[in-house]
């Protein structure tokens, strides 16, 4: 699967109200949806709409907000070892957010 793929797949569903959340199954492909979620975000694949549908299929828990730059931090390592570039940066910008 693509990234590009799933991508297109999720922007088509959050065009169609997101009546599937299992839009996100980590257990798919073995990852944690936290983390799919926080992707999705910190690339602009979806928006709040989308996670505040989401959120009424699936509790996320309290303080999802707060806790989304450290899910972020796992794609971004993943992008820093497949895709260099500009990532180095990003993790830096990310670490320090989040106090490190």
């Keep these: 699967m693509t990234t ?3 991508a297109d ?3 088509a569903a959050a065009g169609s109200a997101v009546r599937r959340t299992e839009v996100l199954d980590g257990g798919a492909v ?7 979620l926080a992707y999705l975000a910190w690339t602009d694949t979806v928006g709040e709409g989308f996670l505040n549908r989401y959120r009424e299929r699936r509790e ?10 450290v899910y972020e931090v796992v ?3 993943e992008h820093l070892r497949v895709l260099g570039g500009r ?3 990003d993790l830096r910008a990310t670490l320090s957010d989040l106090g490190y």
């Design 4 to 6: 590009a793929g799933f």
């Design 87 to 89: 990532y180095p940066g």
């Design 60 to 69: 996320l828990g309290d303080g999802w907000a707060g806790r989304r730059r």
């Design 75 to 77: 794609p971004l390592l």
């Design 9 to 11: 797949r999720v922007a």
């Design 30 to 36: 073995g990852t944690v949806r936290r983390v799919d």
